[in-house]
């Protein structure tokens, strides 16, 4: 008797087990189950016990039939097909956009990037004092050229490099002023000679003394071409971050036949702005005021291990300050191969 009752208990299992799925599995709306009734596959169950199939009563169907459907419903077309894999309208994506139509791909600035107006704070006031000084000095200047015998040595000396740099034209133009002042000027850090992280110089003050850091040289070089003739137009004073020695510094750019120029005091050799890749533009300076860099629509998003790197803030969030600072040795390697931020 006892195995007729272990039977039975097991035959009873089965049959509560079978209910159980019956109730719970495929628990699907009629409003879907009507919506997916174009795209439905039949599905036969494995073989009864008896021998004869099953038919199930459930129905199978695909999403991407479901929205064709759909598609069709709503007057898309016969042969209307849309994919689940597709973004739908509305959704948050990490992709990089299209580019709208109309944009240009790059900046007219330095790096081809663009620029706009960085809000008022210690850059302005730096570069209004040292306006304010140049423009003093220019009266020195013309005193100079009116009465050589009453030019101090210093301003006498910036003049002959002024003279020397007009003499040239085009590309040769600009790399006299880059040599001629790179050779004039001894580098030596702020905080050594003047006992503070950052101070900026006009170009007298820096050959009354002979030396000066990055700033000191961009400043010098940007007086001399524009008291050569060189448009101020066609001038920047650049402020970068090196990447490749992870250090501030600054530069002078000169636009010659549409291209910007890179004047370097750690180099005598003139550099295209696509050349180097070392740097992240952070602020230009000319006789417009400070601006921030920032990238066209067109340009690719930066890879992650670039992200550190990208350009400043907008002027919503003008959180990107000026430390002033860079290597105090000229012996860097050469130019790198990182990209610059595009």
């Not at 050589?148 to 006498?156: E, F, G, T």
């Not at 790197?309 to 002033?324: K, L, S």
């Amino acid at each position: 008797m006892a195995p007729h009752r272990s039977l039975r208990r097991a035959s009873s299992f089965v049959v509560a087990a079978g209910l159980a799925i019956s109730i719970c599995a495929f628990p699907v709306s009629r409003s879907l189950a009507d919506e997916a009734a174009g795209a439905a596959v039949s599905v036969d169950l494995a073989p009864g016990a008896d021998g004869s199939s099953i038919r199930a009563a459930a129905t199978v169907f695909t999403i991407n039939g479901v929205l064709a459907k759909l598609d069709r419903q709503r007057g898309r077309g016969p042969e209307a097909v849309r994919l689940a894999a597709l973004t739908p309208a509305g959704t948050a994506t990490d992709a990089p956009p299209a580019q709208p139509q109309g944009l240009p791909a790059a900046g007219s600035d330095p790096f081809g990037l663009f620029t706009f107006r960085a809000p008022d704070g210690l850059l302005w006031r730096k570069w209004r004092a040292v306006e304010g000084a140049m423009a003093r000095e220019k009266t020195v200047f013309e005193q100079c050229r009116a009465d050589a015998q009453a030019c101090p040595p210093h301003a006498a000396q910036f003049l002959r490099l002024v003279e020397a740099v007009k003499s040239r034209s085009g590309r040769a133009r600009l790399d006299e002023a880059n040599r001629g002042i790179n050779q004039a000027v001894r580098y030596v850090s702020d905080l050594s000679q003047h006992g503070e992280p950052d101070r900026w110089s006009t170009p007298l003050a820096t050959f009354a003394t002979a030396k000066g850091d990055c700033e000191d040289y961009a400043i010098a070089k940007y007086v001399a071409l524009i008291e050569a003739g060189v448009s101020r137009n066609d001038l920047q004073l650049v402020l970068v971050r090196d990447r490749l020695v992870r250090q501030d510094h600054a530069v002078l750019a000169a636009r010659h036949e549409g291209r910007w120029l890179i004047l370097d005091n750690r180099w005598s050799e003139l550099t295209e702005d696509g050349e180097a890749k070392r740097f992240t533009p952070l602020f230009a300076i000319n006789h417009d005021g400070v601006h921030l860099f920032a990238a066209p629509y067109a340009k690719r998003i930066a890879p992650d291990d670039q992200r550190e790197a990208a350009p400043a803030a907008p002027a919503a969030t003008p959180t990107v300050a000026w430390t002033g600072s860079e290597p105090a040795e000229a012996s860097l390697s050469a130019i790198d191969s990182l990209p610059l931020l595009l």
